[in-house]
């Protein structure tokens, strides 16, 4: 299967911010394609350049195999997206703006069209409100059925489950796991949070400052079998002295707020717990994390897993 | 192209802001003809104070004098002059709005042009400001024709009057009307092109006012120094220019020419000033659009 998306060399700067550097990446066909970084990272503006809507200083796009700046209208034809979130005209009804977009699109879609669309994300029966009284859940599944409208191969996705509740979040991720694999469509999908992105992509990308960090195919780019195994232990007590001076001294990533955090193979959890009860270090509790996010958060922000750890829940 | 224009135009016509204007102008033009319906005496009496001293007319010519193509001459005056308002409204909103609501991006990551996009968002304000001229016609010249009934009409100059026969007025009304469209449609076109520097339409709505007033007062000043310098070149100097057409010829006898023009190289001039304007304006938003970053 060729590449779908196929980015060389772009570089867009705002003055003397640089957006975007040297950035380049292949997506291929029928692939979910996690796009990873934090805010500001340069995810929003890249995808506004594989949509025309910022012009880049240097550097090719090819989608669909066809340059993006001579074949425009027909590679958008074939093309759905939201950029950020999808604001849409509020004094129009759902209905009339998924008609609206879809006519944008050159779509001929029938009303019982347009009401599956508005099924599949849930908003049929509110087909006829207007926009305006729709909850920020109901406008970003709304925003979703406008960029799937017209039946598009290529779907870009930026944030998609912003500003959507637990329930929200799982559907839409249903919905994309059933785009990519039922419907064998072309995903890209941008998101700061690894966590929602692993779960449904086949590869990513991980930028940071506008440039490249690592791309590749989630098993290849991260060791499964390791994880972050957290001790926590009893305040004042010598548990890190012991653990130090023992055989897992070699595994201690970090040591904060009477935590001790181990990189280890899935593998040898059981028995590193083992030993660590015999010590009798006055553990309280321990937790087990992929290794994944740890280097999620090393890459783009220098920080680990350890040293955020405090403010996140297990 | 078509089918972008309908849904343009469906985007207009569904907004209830929209209709402000609509009901500014019907609830101006029902006030006027109310009070020139129960009071209209008056007002000829005030029109005619200053030619009284050359000028003996009868009751009855006076009663004659207050038909409705006169009224309809008198609403024109006043509301030409706030049109630009309620022209702007809309046309600044056109593209600072979809950026203020965000739709901008959403309809410029669809398969439409730029310049495409442009030409319909432009044809759109530009057939609102026309369905806002008809209505005000359909009001104004039919409405007052319908309450005041027609005669010949007299037009008011600093100079004198202009007097047309009944049967030579209709057409010029006509003209008129053509002319206020091209005249607020170069507002449009100020409006339009403002707007595709903002993102949010106060901006463009209220500078679009700024610069008509500015102009306006220029145009208006009677200073020697500008009269041949800026005057001539500013589009506000041209937009009152559809007076002309109830401005007619005279014999030697001093009777009007029926179906004349008192100065129709002059009108001419002043749209072929206009439609340049229109071209500056568009042309220049359209550049400025095409290279722009969606940034909203």
Known sequence: MGDVIKVSNLTKNFGKIKAVTELSFNVRQGQ????????????????????????????????????????????????????????????????????LFATMSGARVSEKKLMEQLEQVGLAERAHSKVKTYSQGMKQRLGIATALVHDPDLVILDEPTNGLDPQGIADIRKLILHLGREKNKTLLISSHLLSEVEQVADAMLIIDKGKKLVEGKVEDLFDPSETILELRIEEGLTGLEKIKNSSLDAMIQESRNNSIFLKVHQKDVKEILE??????????????????????????????????SSNRTF | MLKLLRIELFKIFKRPRTYIAFGAIAAIVILIQVALKYDGKSYVDLLLNNLSDSFELSDEYKNKLLNGYLIC???LNTLLIQMPLLVALIAGDSIAGEANMGTLRLSMSRPVSRTQYMTVKFLASVIYTLALLVWMAMLALFGSMLIFGTNDMVVFRSDGIEQMRHFDVLWRYFAAFGYAAVALTTVAALAFLLSVFAENSIGPIIATMSIVIVFTILSEMNIPLYDNTIKPYLFTSHMVAWKGFFYVKADAMGTTINGSIENLPAILKSLSILFIYIIIFFGTALCVFRKKDILT
């Open chain 1, 32 to 99: 979910v394609y996690g796009f990873l970084g934090q805010n500001g990272a340069g995810k929003s503006t890249t995808m506004r350049m594989l949509l025309t809507l910022i012009r880049p200083d240097s550097g090719d796009i090819e989608i669909f195999g066809q340059n993006l700046n001579r074949h425009r209208k027909s590679i958008l034809r074939n093309t759905g997206a939201i950029i950020e979130k999808p604001d849409l005209y509020k004094y129009l009804s759902g209905i009339e703006n998924l008609r």
């Open chain 1, 275 to 308: 030993t660590v009860l015999k010590m009798d270090i006055g553990l309280i509790s321990f937790n087990t994390k992929h290794s994944l996010e740890d280097y999620f958060l090393k890459l783009t922000s220098g920080y680990s897993y350890a040293e955020t």
């Open chain 2, 73 to 75: 001459f008198v609403i």
